[in-house]
């Protein structure tokens, strides 16, 4: 597994202001009528962060799988300083450069990224799901755990159920019960991938638990990551 430590671009934004005008600016290039790929077909890979606020290091972990199986083909890690405060909303520029670091360390292409987040279903309509597909050209959705501040009415009990996330009367994402009577879990589309598409491949990776296994992988290894990069580095470092 390659592990690498990220600095923060230049260019990054630093205030709330340049990055919602950022937002305003990429949303514009998110793909929103394409399929995406089949589920079960060729790789899908999670992404997720781990904070250590105090020391200011945020790991990110890219975990790719073989979509068939669900067997893990290759894993990479990012370390490096948070790149941006907590604002509602804007928490993609919190993860993006390690995030984007963790992605270009892998030795193969990922295919599908989950992430862990929101796509459309974000009060800007450009969570990360989204942030990270435009940057990079993937296909990518968000599977989160909760709605947000959108609206829904519970899904069916039996697995496979939906529900649409509201914003008003705009659907910004599905509550998808991923396993029968247990909390739904909440999709959207962040770039190149159909809402329905990314319902299917959410259910094509949750054959036993609530969350993802791209995701429950990502976070198990990210975690690990801060644990091992917080002995290393230090706010003096």
């Known amino acids: 597994m390659t592990t690498v430590t990220v600095q923060t671009p230049a260019d990054w934004p630093a205030t709330e202001e340049r990055a919602r005008a950022v937002q305003d600016e990429l949303r514009a290039r998110v793909v929103l009528d394409e399929p995406g790929p089949p589920p079960g077909t060729g790789r899908v890979t999670g992404v997720d962060v781990a904070y250590d606020d105090e020391r200011d290091v945020v790991a990110a972990a890219a975990v790719v799988l073989d979509a068939a199986t669900l067997a893990v083909v290759a894993e990479a890690t990012a370390v490096g ?5 907590y604002v509602p909303g804007l928490l993609a520029f919190r993860e993006i450069p390690t995030v984007l670091a963790a992605l270009d360390a892998l030795p193969c292409p990922p295919g599908l990224v ?27 959705i968000g599977v989160a755990k909760n709605p947000f501040t959108f609206t829904y009415d519970d899904p069916d009990a039996p697995r496979g159920s939906t529900s649409p996330l509201l914003a008003g009367a ?3 994402g599905r509550a998808v019960r991923t396993r029968e ?5 909440f999709v959207s589309v962040g770039h190149r991938v159909s809402l329905g598409n990314a319902c299917a491949h959410t259910l094509a990776l949750t054959p036993a638990y609530r969350l993802p296994e791209t995701t429950r992988r990502a976070d198990a290894l990210c975690r ?3 644990r091992a990069a917080t002995g290393i580095l230090t706010p003096d470092t």
């Open 170 to 172: 705009e659907e910004v």
């Open 224 to 226: 690990a990551a801060l």
């Open 81 to 85: 300083r948070i790149s941006f405060p």
């Open 181 to 185: 009577g247990v909390k739904p879990v």
């Open 114 to 140: 989950v992430c862990d987040g929101y796509g459309r279903a974000h009060p800007r309509r450009f969570g990360l799901a989204g942030h990270l597909g435009v940057l990079t050209g993937l296909p990518t």
